[in-house]
């Protein structure tokens, strides 16, 4: 039961996606990004870093065979409610992340880093 909502859940998150991403945009905080990219790093890249050896990556490199980025950090359209979602429930092989790892502001953070505006961006640096 938990892995239907679950994906209703998500499958929700991603119906409102780009009208959310499209508010947010232009009240992006240069400060919350570089945090919220330094806990990506911290907690997330091991499993969803650009290349090879990274399972999440790789993953999803085969479920979206290259309509969208397999990294996470290279996808376009995700919002911070979204990366909430995956984050506190987990999905799959992926394991949820409790408040006591990563608090609320924190998620707040990397969920910034992952729904910035990438438009014109050099993708290859992060």
């Known amino acids: 039961?938990?892995?239907v909502t679950l994906t209703i859940t998500a499958l929700a998150a991603l119906a409102?996606?780009?009208t959310v991403g499209a508010q947010d945009s232009a009240a992006e905080d240069p400060?919350?990004?570089?945090?919220g990219?330094?806990?990506?790093?911290y907690w997330c890249a091991t499993c969803h870093g650009v290349g090879p050896g990274h399972p999440g990556t790789q993953a999803l490199d085969y479920r979206y065979q290259g309509a969208l980025p397999g990294a996470?950090?290279?996808r376009p359209g995700l919002t911070p409610e979204l990366v909430a979602v995956f984050v506190r429930n987990g999905i799959s092989i992926m394991p949820f992340f409790r408040k006591t790892e990563i608090?609320?502001?924190?998620l707040a953070d990397?969920?910034?880093?992952l729904s910035r505006d990438t438009v014109g961006a050099?993708?290859?640096n992060d």
């Open 1 to 3: 039961m938990k892995a």
């Open 103 to 106: 608090n609320d502001a924190e």
């Open 16 to 18: 409102i996606a780009p």
């Open 31 to 35: 400060a919350q990004i570089e945090r």
């Open 72 to 74: 996470l950090a290279e």
């Open 37 to 41: 990219k330094a806990l990506y790093e």
């Open 122 to 124: 050099d993708q290859g």
């Open 110 to 113: 990397i969920g910034a880093y």
